[in-house]
């Protein structure tokens, strides 16, 4: 890709404040090319990751409709090692505040990440932890629709797991903003976490 093959920092700057490359690469991963749609997903992917790298274009991905783009894709027809790249975006995104609105407002992005967790692989697991912390830092709406997605049996799943590292304080951390918003809730008495031995933060 031309983005990631340049050595000229400013000709990189100069492509990722494109609108008309986020606009490109978005069309990519909306209308796939008919003949090789899985290598045209493919290409989309990690162009479009690799333009979020920077933080001061984020908001133009945003603004070209890149959230409602993903989640649409995550929910369809990515491959393993796409769904990764997918997933690391939308936790590059959601680090903005237009990009965790606009996550947050999709009716399906908190269901699929929930779901996520522990099923696909390690890094998509701490992919999928880092957009839900953003997303449940940024708003408590989004806290209580993350818990009735059963997002608390899927972060003690996670601490219990053999996860990265990192995932596993990104649950840490979940577990603990899910305390401080509900504190008459005691997971150690809830019928779900009566035989963990995970001690709430």
Wanted: aromatic share 6%; glycine share 4%.
């Amino acid at each position: 890709m031309v983005l990631t093959g340049s050595k000229s920092a400013d000709l990189k700057g100069m492509i990722s404040n494109s609108e008309s490359i986020f606009e490109g690469v978005l069309d990519l991963l909306r209308n796939p090319i008919s003949s090789y749609p899985r290598r045209a997903l493919k290409i989309g992917i990690k162009a479009l990751f690799a333009l979020c790298l920077a933080k001061n274009t984020r908001h133009i991905a945003v603004a070209a409709g890149a959230p409602e783009i993903l989640i649409d894709r995550l929910a369809a027809d990515f491959d393993r090692c796409d769904t990764e790249q997918a997933l690391a975006t939308v936790e590059l995104l959601c680090r903005s505040p237009e990009g965790c609105a606009a996550f947050g407002e999709h009716a399906l992005t908190i269901p699929l990440l929930v779901k996520t967790i522990l099923r696909v692989s390690d890094r998509a697991t701490e992919y999928a932890a880092g957009a839900l912390l953003a997303l449940c830092t940024a708003e408590e709406r989004w806290r209580d629709e993350a818990a009735a997605a059963g997002v608390v049996v899927q972060l003690l799943l996670m601490v219990q797991s053999e996860c990265t590292e990192r995932a596993k304080k990104k649950a840490q951390k979940l577990l603990k903003l899910l305390r401080d918003s509900w504190p008459d809730y005691s997971f150690a008495n809830s019928d779900d976490f009566g035989c963990s031995e995970v001690v709430p933060f």
